[in-house]
Structures are given as C-alpha cells and as structure tokens.
C-alpha cells in the first residue's frame, strides 16, 4: 500500500475508532454504573433526602389542618426518619427491579400501620369527645383519612419520581432496551478491537505509528465527552433546574451531578491513556531519529 493509502486509511479508520470509543465507553458507563440501583441510593444518602421527606412532610400536613381538623402531629408522630428512608430504598429497588426484567410492575409497599393507628386514634378519641356516633359514616371519614395520608406519605418517598415514568410508559421502554445494553457493550467493544486490530495491520512496518493513531483517537473520543462536561460542571448548570419541592430538586440534581462526575471520571482516564500513547509515540519516534 502507497503510503499516501495508508495515510488515508489511517485517518478513516482512526474516525471511526473515536465513534466506536464513545459507543463502548456509553454503554460501559449505563451498565455498569447508571443501571445500578446502588447509584440511586448513594444519592439519597448523600442529599439526605430522608431529613428533607421528613420536613416535606411535615410542612404539607401543616397545611392541611385548616382542611382536614387533624394535627399535623398526629401523623409525623408516627413516621421516623428511619420509615422514610426504608420508602425511598423499596421505591428504587423496586423500580431497577422492574427494568432489569426481576418483576414484572414496579410498586413499592411501605410499612405505615403506626401511621393508620395514630389517625383511627385521634379520630376515636375526637369522637368521643364531641360524642359522634362510631357509625359507618365515621368509619368512612377514617378510612378516608388512612388511604389520603398513606397516599401522600407514597407519593413523597417516590423522589426519583419511578411512579411518573411508569405512568407516562417510560420505564417499559426503558425495560424493553435493558436486555440489549450488555450484546451493545459487547459489539461496541469488538468493533474497537477490529479498529486497533486494523491499525495494527496497516502500520505493522512501523509499529510506533499504531500508539500515534491509538492516541489521537483516545484523545479525541475523551475531549469530545468533556467539553460539555467540563461546561456543566463548572457552570453548575442543574443547580438551574426549577423544582419545588426540595427532595425531588436533591435527588435529581444529585443524581446528575453524580453522574456528571462519574463521567468525567471515565473520560479523565481515557485522555490520560491517549497523553500516555502520544507520549510513548514522541519518545520512541526520537530514539529512533537519533539511531
């Protein structure tokens, strides 16, 4: 092959290696990292969400007594922090136990039988305060009392907001993919090795040149992903999201930043190792310039 072929070979095969490089760190990083559900939780422990659900809360019973005449007391006396987060932990095992394919619907339960005892006692105890008959009435009010707080208390653990993805079918979708993420990986991961294989064919006279292009397209691949990185990162761009309620603001800016983080990681690396090729390439080209 003319050398003016094997240049052009190398640039052809060289831009295709940066494109399979994204494709296989892509699926690397969601496999290993975004489908995990262990991610999601070391959110919810960093961002502390349970102290943050556990003051929602209470401010939004707060709020209600004026409509519903029952103390806000009456239900946070009932709920630890402790519940909470044992909520928040069965809303995402739950939900990555959904898209993984380990059942078949997400839904989460959450233990609050102190909760429902503290409304039936209050309610029993106003009752016989004002003497109100304990008729069927009363005992709908109750359970319409019950099922009101348990919902909220459900509705508020769900930070990551699993419950409105699968509504909006977002999470079939997903689970529907999930099956293909690992054969993704693997043919990612096989079209580099064919590139490098191929790089190392063309240039198998000058070896020193095969670090050269493996380095230009390490370099290129990691700089491509950490320009809009870098960008987030140093502008904080989802501390600019609008969300009201602060649990659900932590967990996903955490879960961003986190991810955010992780990448940048990954692609710290990937730079690192084209530097050290290119380096290598530079060193030995000298050597070999001297001899």
Known sequence: MKASGKYFANIVITILLVFSLLAAEGTLFVRLYASKADTCLSVMEEQDLSDRIYTSLEARFTEQVSTSG???QVYMDALTREQLDSGVRASVTSAYAYLHGTSDSYAFEMDLSSLEASIRQFFSDYADQIQY????TYEKKVNAAVDNAKKQVLQTVDVFRFSTLESAGLLSKIRRVMPWLNPAMAASAAVVCVLLGLLAWINRKRPLRILYWSGCSLTVASCIALIPLIYVKATDYFAAFTIKT???YAAVTGMLNRMTDACLLL??????CGILCLAAYTIGACRTSRQ
């Open 70 to 72: 029952i103390p806000a």
């Open 246 to 248: 602060t649990q659900i």
């Open 133 to 136: 008959p304990k008729d069927e």
């Open 267 to 272: 692609e710290g690396i990937m730079l690192g």
